[in-house]
């Protein structure tokens, strides 16, 4: 019998201020369970801009612990309210001067089920990443959520398949990447890389990026977030390049066991043969 998950992500511009911004996404948590969704995804460093344009320490202050602030207990009760499950980009503080690129994930009964910690941090123009976040420590954990078994990669580290194929083996359903990147730098990626990572490893990937132009420097975050399947194929139209929008759609877990029994790349694998690829 298929199963299906009517899955969302929300991409929007920056309001200006934090607390306008987490009422936005409030809203979108609201009109998501209102379309029947059941799990929602948010971008990256969601509450805030993406101030890693710049590096500057007044930022430091968007951080928060993971599970016991503020926004997490606030997401919590509305996940708790309307049986959704909830994904998080957020900035971590585990101890001052200990930062983190977080993603927590919210239960569709409000428990907190875990965190993600971005693992690959870049440091280049536009993306000064290592001025405010340490390397994530948490592995590729996978979360038994209770619309099935979910994993996050948060932007840059989709560039590098080893998390991708890590989030599989672990058994992910539907993997999401929220993301803030620009026109400028990796536009010719962005439809790109989560496909083939949608295939290579056979689940369904949410893809979510902001938009617009903020006024900490001149990325021009260009949006169009969707979701891909194992085949892939997008999973009705890619979101606006210019507009705040709220995907949802419905993805077929069906397909998951269809495209695995065809391809079987996983009974396929060769891991004795891998060793050099984790030399440093």
């Given at each position: 019998m298929s199963r299906v998950i009517r899955a969302a992500v929300f991409q929007t511009a920056w309001t200006g201020d934090k607390e306008s911004m987490i009422q936005v996404?409030?809203?979108?948590v609201r009109d998501a369970a209102a379309q029947g969704a059941q799990v929602l995804c948010f971008q990256e460093l969601f509450y805030g801009p993406y101030f890693c344009q710049v590096q500057d320490p007044a930022f430091y202050e968007y951080a928060e612990q993971i599970p016991e602030g503020p926004i997490v207990r606030r997401f919590q009760a509305l996940a708790e309210e309307l049986g959704i499950v909830l994904v998080l980009p957020m900035y971590e503080e585990e101890q001052p001067g200990v930062l983190y690129n977080t993603a927590a994930v919210i239960d569709a009964d409000g428990s907190y089920l875990g965190k993600y910690r971005k693992t690959h941090i870049p440091q280049v123009r536009g993306f000064w990443e290592k001025f405010y976040f340490r390397p994530g420590n948490s592995?590729?954990?996978?979360?038994?959520?209770?619309?099935?078994?979910?994993?996050v990669y948060i932007c840059y580290d989709r560039h590098f398949p080893e998390g991708w194929r890590a989030l599989g083996l672990a058994g992910a359903e539907i993997v999401f990447n929220p993301s803030a990147t620009s026109r400028g730098l990796s536009g010719y990626l962005w439809q790109l890389e989560q496909p083939a990572a949608a295939v290579a490893n056979e689940y369904f990937v949410g893809a979510i990026n902001r938009?617009?132009?903020?006024?900490?420097?001149?990325?021009?975050?260009?949006?169009?977030?969707?979701?891909?399947?194992?085949?892939?194929?997008f999973v009705g139209e890619v979101a606006s390049d210019k507009e705040p929008e709220l995907v949802v759609r419905d993805?077929?877990?069906a397909k998951l066991r269809e495209v695995r029994d065809r391809?079987?790349?996983?009974?396929?694998?060769?891991?004795?043969?891998?060793?050099?690829?984790?030399?440093?």
């Open positions: 996404h409030e809203q979108a592995g590729w954990p996978i979360f038994d959520t209770a619309v099935g078994r979910i994993g938009v617009g132009v903020e006024e900490y420097g001149d990325n021009d975050f260009y949006g169009t977030s969707y979701f891909v399947d194992p085949e892939a194929q993805l077929d877990m391809w079987q790349f996983y009974r396929d694998r060769a891991p004795g043969t891998y060793g050099p690829l984790t030399a440093p």
